[in-house]
């Protein structure tokens, strides 16, 4: 099994080269952004991705020379163990999310041009590849499958592994592997919305800032679905409606209703996972980050992140 990088290009196994460069030192650093885009998708945050790496590195490291020598691509070792290690994660996930404050949504990611809190080794952020299988509702949507589908689906059909190699990772059979990504496709055409050019998302979006601002009840009503749904996620650490807001107009109230508490509100359309959306700041610092899924003409989904463990490469400090 070789890796392969997001858009089906294959990296490289280290080579012997000229002995300047450890080549297990040379593998890493080679596969360190395709293993934080795989656990990125995988596990929808990025503050577990990095750690996922980070445990994936340790192991590797653990072995002896010998051992390591023996493995023919230290590439793909690195995306095997990694993409068990979600796989454990996500095993483990459901337990934590029933024990987790209100609603949770996938950690949302900037622009790389808008990172702005560098962290040690690099900026993780600017590594993920923003395509469609990083957008909020794709992100969801994952969110509702099985650990094995995920692994499976992300694997086969984004990371472009062959359903043997997948197998390898995930402990079933070929066949079994096809049923799960099969599965998952199934679980995303039933969750999926007709597209929407991006500059007409920009558009509605920016609308929906402008009518936020001037707190025009019926022109946000006018942009949402009156079947929309908002989202909010404080985890406990900040406040936030611990249910889904069900209803373009009922949404439309509640957006009115923050705008008349937070009179110093700063709205700013930002990039969000690939997508147009917009970031609150209070003071300067980011308070909530929100994501769109727009159908047609219309807002269909929001979903605001505002617990600050979410919000660390939104924010300064």
Not at 22 to 31: C, F, G, Q, T, V
Not at 148 to 168: K, M, P, T
Not at 179 to 192: E, G, K, T, V
């Amino acid at each position: 099994m070789r890796p392969r990088k997001v858009g089906d290009t294959m990296t490289t196994p280290s080579e012997p080269g000229d002995g300047r460069l450890d080549p297990s030192l040379s593998a890493i650093m080679r596969e360190r952004r395709q293993l934080i885009n795989l656990a990125y998708r995988l596990l929808g945050s990025l503050a577990d991705a990095e750690d996922v790496v980070q445990e994936t590195y340790a192991r590797w490291y653990a072995m002896s020379r010998q051992q390591q020598e023996a493995i023919d691509s230290p590439g793909a070792w690195l995306t095997k163990v990694a993409s068990r290690i979600c796989l454990d994660l996500l095993g483990s996930a459901r337990a934590r999310r029933e024990r987790y404050v209100g609603e949770w949504i996938p950690e949302p990611l900037p622009d790389r041009t808008e990172w702005i809190n560098g962290r040690s080794g690099g900026d993780p952020a600017d590594r993920v590849t923003l395509d469609e299988s990083v957008n909020m509702a794709f992100l969801v949507v994952l969110e509702s499958m099985t650990p094995a589908e995920r692994v499976a689906f992300i694997l086969h059909d984004v990371f472009r592994y062959s359903f043997a190699e997948v197998a390898e990772i995930v402990g079933r059979t070929p066949a079994a592997c096809r049923q799960l990504a099969s599965s998952a496709r199934r679980r995303l055409r039933a969750a999926q919305t007709p597209a929407t050019p991006t500059a007409r998302r920009a558009g509605i979006v920016r609308d929906f800032k402008q009518a936020w601002e001037a707190k025009d009840i019926d022109a946000l009503i006018s942009l949402l679905d009156p079947h929309a749904t908002g989202i909010a996620d404080g985890g406990g650490l900040a406040s936030a409606v611990l249910h889904p807001i069900e209803g373009g107009e009922q949404i439309a109230r509640y957006m009115v209703d923050i705008a008349g508490k937070a009179p110093g509100l700063t709205i700013l359309e930002r990039t969000v996972n690939g997508h147009p959306g917009l970031v609150a700041q209070q003071d300067g610092v980011t308070v909530v980050v929100m994501a769109f899924d727009v159908a047609g003409d219309r807002i269909k989904h929001i979903w605001a992140v505002r617990n600050p463990e979410k919000l660390r490469p939104w924010t300064t400090g």
